[in-house]
């Protein structure tokens, strides 16, 4: 009945997520928080794992991309699962490693990979560079070449599949920062160029056409161009291409408006089209990968807030504010996002107000949901921000000093922190006297 599968009312109509009152999180911990419900999240892995094993008839594997949400416990949590990882930065890839992540299921991405980063990923032995242009392939050859190593990588590929969704995070069409074009030949010449390398293996293609993503058309136009690509490099150039990586970009529920993605039923779609299609090419099917990230812990988190006043316009609006805002979640400030609301006490409750709920940042645009339509609200009722479990955390700042809110996961009807708040001492770490 709620967006979010974890999400319940118990028998004091309280809101609980993962078995444990919102209030008691709230209490204990304190707001704005962020909960995250650790069932939701593997239950969802899972679904890319086992649906993978189950409809593709070659070897598979799922990485988290953990951009949508990264720290050391998540990267623990999805290897024990059997998934690698998605890393798009020296931050991410230190973090994977701390973790324990084992090295080889690390693919390391990004579309300007500095020399140290690539030091850091050559030294530790990472599974793959998705190389995204050739002046870093040079620069990664040359360092392995000084360390006496073989680097395995794939090419971030822009299919020039569009994808409908936000032009922000749309990425697979020829007006993008990342990637080789197909269309112009410059992928092919990437990959002429790196099979001639001495220290590097060419192992994948890459792609990644959007995210927040619902049709599942999109993804059949990308396998289709991948492989027709993959065919090419081996007839033309004999160039033997073992990995197909399909990126990540399924959609989720934000609001009850948005439709429920099946991704079971994707993933048996796009695997039929990858059998069907390397039947018909006489190719041997390639190790397919994955990458999802907000379908995996999207929907399995929400933000706790403390309203703090209630401010009615008469006759223009009334503002709703919360102890947090754009430095937790800058999503309707970049986006335009939507968001859905609940009042932890009262989640039922008759929706007969429209109120704008604002956060507490220097800035106008520092907004949550606009025009939210919610029960009566007062000042210090607990509000539930729902599905903000995928770029809200790694996308917050401390803009106005404001510290980062804590990580709490909950499972079974147990709670446990795996990011502290930041406390206005971390704020001042870095800072000269
Ligand atoms: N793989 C690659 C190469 C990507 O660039 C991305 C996302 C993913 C996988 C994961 O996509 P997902 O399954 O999470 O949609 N900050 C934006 C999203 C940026 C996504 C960037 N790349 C937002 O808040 O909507």
């Not at 993804?219 to 990995?243: C, D, G, P, R, Y």
């Not at 379908?295 to 006759?315: D, E, M, R």
């Amino acid at each position: 009945m709620y967006i979010m599968e974890g999400l319940s009312k118990n028998n004091q109509g309280m809101l609980t997520l993962g078995g444990i009152s919102l209030k008691d999180i709230a209490k204990k911990y304190g707001t704005p928080a962020y909960v995250m419900d650790e069932d939701t999240i593997v239950k969802n892995a899972c679904v890319y794992r086992d649906a993978t094993k189950k409809y593709y008839d070659g070897e598979s594997l799922i990485l988290y991309a953990s951009k949508a949400f990264s720290c050391k416990y998540i990267y623990k949590l999805v290897s024990e699962l059997g998934l690698g990882t998605d890393v798009v930065s020296g931050g991410e890839l230190y973090t994977a490693l701390k973790a324990g992540m084992p090295a080889e299921k690390i693919y390391f991405h990004g579309n300007n990979k500095t020399p140290d980063e690539i030091k850091l990923a050559v030294d530790n032995n990472v599974g793959c560079f998705v190389v995204d242009n050739i002046t870093e392939l040079n620069r990664i050859n040359d360092y392995a070449k000084s360390v006496n190593k073989t680097v395995d990588i794939a090419f971030r590929i822009k299919p020039g599949v569009e994808a409908h969704t936000h032009e922000f995070i749309m990425t697979g069409q020829i007006d993008s920062k990342f990637g080789v074009a197909l269309e112009t030949g410059e992928a092919e010449e990437a990959y002429i160029l790196a099979s001639k390398m001495s220290n590097i293996n060419i192992v994948g293609v890459h792609c990644h056409i959007g995210s927040q993503i619902f049709d599942f058309q999109p993804f059949e136009s990308a396998v289709e161009t991948m492989l027709s690509f993959v065919v090419l490099l081996k007839e033309k150039h004999n160039i033997i291409v073992s990995q197909l990586n399909l990126g990540g970009g399924y959609g989720i529920k934000y609001t009850s408006q948005d439709a429920h993605v099946p991704y079971e039923m994707f993933i048996s779609k796009i695997s039929d089209k990858i059998n069907k299609v390397c039947e018909e090419n006489n190719l041997s099917k390639p190790m397919l990968l994955m990458e999802p990230g907000r379908s995996i812990v999207g929907a399995a988190g929400l933000t706790l807030y403390t309203v703090g006043n209630v401010k009615n316009i008469p006759n223009v609006r009334t503002y709703v504010s919360i102890d947090g805002g754009m430095s937790d979640n800058p999503r309707y400030i970049l986006y335009n996002a939507e968001y859905e609301a609940k009042l932890v006490s009262n989640p039922d409750g008759q929706a007969d107000e429209t109120v704008t709920i604002a956060g507490k940042c220097c800035e106008s645009g520092d907004i949550i949901i606009k025009d939210a339509k919610m029960p009566k609200i007062s000042e210090g009722d607990l509000l539930a921000v729902l599905s903000t479990g995928a770029y809200n955390y790694s996308m917050s700042s401390n803009y106005n000093r404001i510290p980062r809110p804590p990580v709490v996961f909950v499972s079974g009807g147990k709670d446990k922190v795996v990011i502290e708040r930041e406390s206005y001492d971390d704020i001042l770490k870095n800072d000269k006297d």
